[in-house]
């Protein structure tokens, strides 16, 4: 299992035998991604138990991924008292309110930008 700790007088985060880490959001090494800026995505739409840190109401929904922030640990493992890790993507995935309700009457060009770890994310044609 790999650790992650602060040095003892710097703001910089270690994991495993002290190797610096680099990420430009996050402590963690940023795994290679699956996806990028600009493609398009699905929510997985699945049944959950417990903690979940994904709107139920974007569940089968398509989007674009906005923007990667860097790898964090799983809240979802994280709100269990596990350790969270391996450190996943988090990504900002941009969605079109049209395309989220059915009954929305508001500008066509209106968004909403929601943070989604990569388990969740399906790609999309």
Known sequence: MVKAKRGAWSGEWRVGRGNPVRGPHS???IPRSRF???DA???ADRAVLGHCRTPWYLRGKRGVVAAIHGAFRNPEAL???KPGLPALPLYK???????LWDRY????GDELEVDIYE???ERSE
């Open 27 to 29: 402590p963690f090494p």
């Open 36 to 38: 990028i800026k600009g």
């Open 41 to 43: 995505v699905r929510i």
């Open 79 to 81: 709100a269990y008292h």
């Open 93 to 99: 995935v941009r969605f079109r309110q049209r395309d």
């Open 105 to 108: 009457t508001g500008p066509s």
């Open 119 to 121: 388990h969740w994310l």
